[in-house]
């Protein structure tokens, strides 16, 4: 397991260069922002469509909930991209015994108020367009290890381009609950009404 080394100057340096950069690609960035809870750290599931889906969370976590950036990375691409680590980046060996601690780390991180912690719950790059988002395992016992006070928050991301030759992204936050309030038998069935709304609202063009 490759553990994160988070630094702090070097996370604070690459903000201001993924800041840059966003303002070059996108057209504008929409955040449907929800109440962070005080003294809780932040679990943020998000759906994964395309390259850009662990830095706009990153951004999400840096300017909107000013919590300290954590992802949890497939070990063969954290391997080819060391440099994540370094940004707060830790890696999981699915279908491997060594996954339970790749958990108790993301749990362990999780104790802490001031850290966010950025899981897909996907597992795998799919289609924006894809009619379910389905849950993989391990996402009961994580949030069942953590100690301290943790919010869950899904967020969808829509792309479209619409009026402009750069994408705009709007990013739809749902409150799932904390860590020792969350109904796990309802909690795909939330995520998932809330991802088709999102859809929806996206159609409607103004």
Same mark, same amino acid.
């Given at each position: 397991?490759?553990?994160?080394?988070?630094?702090?100057?070097?996370?604070? &340096?690459?903000?201001?260069?993924?800041?840059?950069? &966003?303002?070059?690609?996108?057209?504008? $960035? *929409?955040?449907?922002?929800?109440?962070?809870?005080?003294?809780?750290?932040?679990?943020?599931?998000?759906?994964?469509?395309?390259?850009?889906?662990? &830095?706009?969370?990153?951004?999400?976590? !840096?300017?909107?909930?000013?919590?300290?950036?954590?992802?949890?990375?497939?070990? /063969?691409?954290?391997?080819?991209?060391?440099? *994540?680590?370094?940004?707060?980046?830790?890696?999981?060996?699915?279908?491997?015994?060594?996954?339970?601690?790749?958990?108790?780390?993301?749990?362990?991180?999780?104790? !802490?108020?001031?850290?966010?912690?950025?899981? &897909?719950?996907?597992?795998?790059?799919?289609?924006?367009?894809?009619?379910?988002?389905?849950?993989?395992?391990?996402?009961?016992?994580?949030?069942?290890?953590?100690?301290? /006070?943790?919010? *869950?928050?899904?967020?969808?991301? $829509?792309?479209?381009?619409?009026? #402009?030759?750069?994408? #705009?992204?709007?990013?739809?936050?749902? !409150?799932?609950?904390?860590?020792?309030? $969350?109904?796990?038998?309802?909690?795909?069935? $939330?995520?998932?009404?809330?991802?088709?709304?999102?859809?929806?609202?996206?159609?409607?063009?103004?």
């Amino acid at each position: 397991m490759i553990k994160a080394k988070r630094n702090k100057l070097f996370s604070r &340096f690459f903000a201001f260069i993924l800041n840059r950069v &966003f303002a070059k690609k996108f057209n504008k $960035i *929409i955040v449907n922002e929800i109440p962070i809870l005080e003294n809780h750290s932040v679990l943020l599931l998000c759906n994964h469509f395309s390259w850009w889906d662990g &830095f706009l969370a990153g951004h999400l976590i !840096d300017s909107h909930f000013k919590k300290h950036f954590h992802i949890m990375m497939q070990e /063969d691409h954290l391997q080819k991209r060391k440099w *994540i680590k370094y940004l707060g980046g830790f890696s999981i060996k699915k279908s491997s015994r060594e996954s339970l601690n790749s958990l108790q780390y993301a749990a362990s991180l999780l104790n !802490d108020p001031k850290n966010a912690l950025v899981l &897909f719950p996907q597992g795998a790059l799919e289609s924006m367009h894809c009619e379910q988002i389905h849950l993989e395992k391990g996402y009961e016992y994580l949030i069942k290890q953590i100690k301290g /006070d943790c919010q *869950i928050i899904f967020c969808v991301n $829509i792309m479209d381009y619409f009026e #402009s030759f750069k994408p #705009s992204i709007t990013m739809n936050l749902l !409150d799932c609950g904390t860590n020792k309030k $969350i109904n796990f038998e309802n909690l795909s069935a $939330i995520i998932n009404l809330h991802y088709s709304a999102a859809k929806k609202k996206a159609v409607r063009i103004n």
